[in-house]
């Protein structure tokens, strides 16, 4: 099975930066695409943002302008960066292999997402 590894959490202050990469052990064109997620305590975990081959990147409203999501398939690496964070920010985030989203489900999956171990950010104000 296709492993992941995040990396690029840390402590910031509001209106910081961060960038976070997620290094995949295989590179395959899944249906679902791939993205993030994170999840604050006491809430569910949120798909943020996913990019996927022949669709539209999505951002979700919160980050959306702030965060960009991108992969580099030479260096089986998906990457986001997170500009001008907010203590709303302060999550858990993870990585995933999406089996199933808003638009899309994997059968080959079982719709069942591939995480990573997930990364702490923490946003101070």
């Known amino acids: 099975q296709v492993q992941l590894k995040e990396s690029g959490g840390g402590s910031v202050e509001a209106g910081g930066s961060l960038k976070l990469s997620c290094v995949y052990s295989?590179?395959?064109?899944?249906?679902?695409?791939m993205g993030w997620y994170r999840q604050a305590p006491g809430k569910e975990r949120q798909l943020i943002s996913r990019i996927r081959t022949h669709s539209p990147t999505y951002y979700e409203s919160s980050v959306r302008g702030r965060f960009t999501i991108s992969r580099d398939d030479a260096k089986n690496t998906l990457l986001l960066d997170m500009a001008s964070l907010e203590t709303a920010d302060t999550a858990v985030y993870y990585c995933?292999?999406?089996?199933?989203?808003?638009?899309?489900?994997?059968?080959?999956?079982?719709?069942?997402?591939?995480w990573g171990q997930g990364t702490q950010v923490t946003v101070s104000s």
């Open positions: 295989e590179y395959i064109d899944w249906h679902c695409g």
């Open positions: 995933a292999i999406i089996g199933r989203a808003f638009d899309c489900y994997d059968g080959s999956m079982d719709g069942q997402n591939i």
